[in-house]
Every structure is written in C-alpha cells, then in structure tokens.
C-alpha cells in the first residue's frame, strides 16, 4: 500500500474537509470531483490502493460510497437535500486501477420519494456497478 498517497490525502482531508456537500470529509479523502449535467450527477476519482480488498481491486464498499454519492449529490443540486431509504447494488466487473466515473440519473421524481440509478464504470470504460436506490425528499 501506498502509505505516503493515502496519508498526504487523509491529511487534506483533515485540513479541507467542510460539513458540507462536496466538501465532507470522505469526499476530500477519495478526492472526488463533480460535474453536473441536465439531471445528472458525474463523480470521478482515480482509484488507489489502499481503497482495495484482499484480492487487489477496489473494495465493494468503497463501490456503494460512489454510488451513493453520486446520488445524493444530485439529488442535493437538483431537488434538495434527500436520505438514502433503500439502496441496491450490483457488481458487474472488478476495477483493478485508474480513472473511475460514476454517473447518477433520476428513474421517476415524485414530491417526496425519489427513484435513482447510478453507473460505476471502470478505468476501461467498461460498465462495473450498477446501484438503485429510493431516497426521501427531506426539503418539500
């Protein structure tokens, strides 16, 4: 494991972290970046070791982080502020190494409950996971 990568970022972490979205601690750590598009949230990282399992490639955990993220996250910029009520996740590949996108987009709006899919695709391009989830509109 890469200690020196994983500290340096845990460290920004700490410095840069806000109680906030897109700045919240886990965020600065996995140093995400956002992009939004007409109803669509993108979250892209650069995988690194120490976000593995045991067999070396990227941790499912750290797979439904993402994903979540990727939701919530638009969500938040579209609607307001939603929980998580339900979430499903499917494992389609493993990632291995490099450059991960995650890309969430609205399944059905309702006034207070919100159906939502987000892709994970790996440093290939390739489709990874797949999650489903239902949130709860907290703001209306």
């Not at 990568?5 to 919240?24: C, L, T």
């Not at 140093?31 to 990282?45: A, F, I, M, P």
């Not at 979430?87 to 991960?100: A, C, D, S, T």
């Not at 890309?103 to 489903?132: H, M, P």
């Amino acid at each position: 494991m890469d200690k020196q990568h994983a500290k340096k970022n845990f460290d920004h972490a700490i410095e840069h972290a806000q109680p906030e979205f897109e700045q919240f601690f886990l965020a600065k750590f996995f140093d995400l970046s956002y992009e939004y598009g007409d109803d669509t949230c993108t979250v892209t990282l650069e995988s690194k070791d120490y976000m593995f399992n045991p067999q070396g490639t990227l941790h499912g955990g750290v797979i439904c982080f993402i994903l979540d993220v990727s939701m919530g996250h638009l969500c938040k910029k579209f609607l307001g502020t939603a929980i998580t009520l339900e979430m499903k996740v499917q494992f389609h590949r493993p990632i291995n190494e490099g450059k991960i996108v995650c890309q969430s987009a609205f399944v059905k709006k309702g006034r207070k409950i919100i159906a939502l899919k987000s892709d994970l695709y790996n440093e290939k391009g390739k489709l990874a996971a797949t999650g489903t989830s239902t949130w709860y509109n907290t703001d209306k």
